[in-house]
Structure formats: structure tokens, C-alpha cells
């Protein structure tokens, strides 16, 4: 199916690995021209080096988005060397991270980034005839049950769905699509859940148990469904919150 992405300028944040590498080389063979950027020098510039080889148009810079100068400064980048930004993906986060420092780490790592990326970037999305933006969240906003328990991440995950339903409907007049792609559980090279799987099988098992579809996410699920409302196939999509979990969630999704 065509998505009617071709020629479209994308910028992704943590790009490097794992699902946003996934939503990059989705994008690129829709037909986008990319601005990656992440915090690792050496794995964006081979991630980069690979979509070029696969004939990708690549703008790519290491960035730490907790650093909303840097952040700010790198979309103006970006925009310059593509002619324009298209659609955004802010899928870095600061991940479930544990000790006194976890609220301000989730703060700084998922909501604040997301806020400072469309900020940024709204002109260029308001003189786009496709403008669309997709923020990575997680299942554990809207489940307080085992493993994840409370924890900030979760909390700010939720913060990040709440914001992206406000700017919706705030940005749809202006013919700009905002829209969220909630994950479940999904295992990658490098991921949270393989240290899980080598490091505490029993939880790896039991969250497998509770997957109806019988298997962990791939990032390239996550990647599909982040294509799809960002295409023309998403194009009636406003404020959507997109869970992609294999069923994990049992509650009614209204």
C-alpha cells in the first residue's frame, strides 16, 4: 500500500537503535528524506551511513534532547539542509529509570523533549500541506498493574499522551495531525527487555504469558503503525492514541 509519503521531510529523535532506527528505515523506504538525530555519535552515524546506502537522503546530528538549545537548534538545522520539515517522531526517552533523580530524568527526558521538538518546529509544519507529528508512548500509562507499578515513567508517559491530544486538537485548524503510538512490550537488540530476558527470565516469561498474540513486539510493528498515521492513510487520525501491544491491555479501548 502506498501511504502517500514520498518526498515528505521527516525528523526523528533517537534514531540510533531500536524503534526510532525502525521508524527511519520505515520512513525512508516510504520515500522520506530524514533529519536523525541521538545522543551517540558512533550509532547514528552508521544508522545514517545505512539508509544513505540504501539511497536515503540522511541529515543527521548527535543531539541530547534533555537540552532544549540543542533540541531547538537542531530542528532549525534540520529544516535548513531538507528545505522544510514534514513530520515529526520525538521517540527518545529517558526510559524506567529507578533512584531519587527518576522524576526530573522522565521530565527532562520524555515531556519536556516532546514539547520543545513541536515548538520548534511549528513553522515549518504550519507551511507544510502534510504537516503530521507522532509521539512514541507506552502502554504503562494506562496501566498501574505489575510489572511497571508507579514508577515516573509511566507518569510521564501519560503527561506525554495528555499533550498530545491537547496540541491535536489546538494544532488541526492549522492542518497539523498530532497523534500518539503507545507500544507494549517490545524486544530489540540493545532493548530493556533483552536485559530483562538474560537477566530476570521469570518476569520475561510471565509478561510473555500475558501476551494473547503468543510473542514480543519488533520495533518494525511499532514503525508500521507510526508510518501509517503519519501517511495519507492516517489522514482523518486526530488525537489518537494507537496501542501497539499485542493485546496486553485488557481494558476497553474507547
Not at 87 to 94: F, I, K, M, T
Not at 136 to 156: E, F, K, Q, V
Request: hydrophobic share 50%; proline share 5%; aromatic share 4%.
Amino acid at each position: 500500500m502506498d501511504l502517500g509519503l514520498t518526498g515528505a521531510k521527516a525528523l526523528v529523535t533517537g534514531a540510533s537503535r531500536g524503534i526510532g532506527r525502525a521508524i527511519a528505515a520505515t520512513l525512508a523506504a516510504e520515500g522520506c528524506a530524514l533529519a536523525l538525530c541521538a545522543r551517540g555519535e558512533e550509532g547514528l552515524a552508521k544508522a545514517a551511513a545505512e539508509l544513505r546506502g540504501e539511497g536515503a537522503t540522511v541529515f543527521a546530528e548527535p543531539v541530547d534532547v534533555t537540552d532544549p538549545a540543542a533540541l531547538a537548534a537542531f530542528v532549525q538545522r534540520a529544516a535548513g539542509a531538507l528545505d522544510g520539515l514534514d513530520l515529526l517522531v520525538s521517540n527518545v526517552s529517558a526510559g524506567n529509570v529507578k533512584g531519587p533523580e527518576s522524576w526530573e530524568a522522565s521530565l527532562r527526558g520524555d515531556l519536556i523533549p516532546f514539547a520543545g521538538l513541536v515548538e520548534a518546529a511549528l513553522p515549518h509544519l504550519e507551511a507544510s500541506d502534510r504537516a503530521a507529528v507522532v509521539a512514541i508512548g507506552t502502554t504503562n500509562a494506562s496501566d498501574t498493574a505489575r510489572p511497571a507499578g508507579a514508577n515516573s515513567y509511566s507518569a510521564l508517559k501519560a503527561a506525554v499522551v495528555q499533550h498530545a491530544s491537547a496540541l491535536a486538537h489546538a494544532l488541526a485548524p492549522k492542518g497539523i495531525r498530532v497523534n500518539t503510538v503507545s507500544p507494549g512490550p517490545v524486544d530489540f537488540p540493545g532493548g530493556a527487555w533483552e536485559t530483562v530476558r538474560a537477566s530476570r527470565p521469570e518476569v520475561y516469561e510471565e509478561v510473555l504469558a500475558r501476551l494473547p498474540i503468543g510473542r514480543y513486539g519488533a520495533a518494525e510493528d511499532v514503525a508500521a503503525a507510526v508510518a501509517f498515521l503519519l501517511g495519507r492513510t492516517g489522514s482523518f487520525c486526530v488525537g489518537v492514541n494507537l496501542v501497539v501491544d499485542g493485546g496486553l491491555l485488557t481494558r476497553v479501548q474507547y
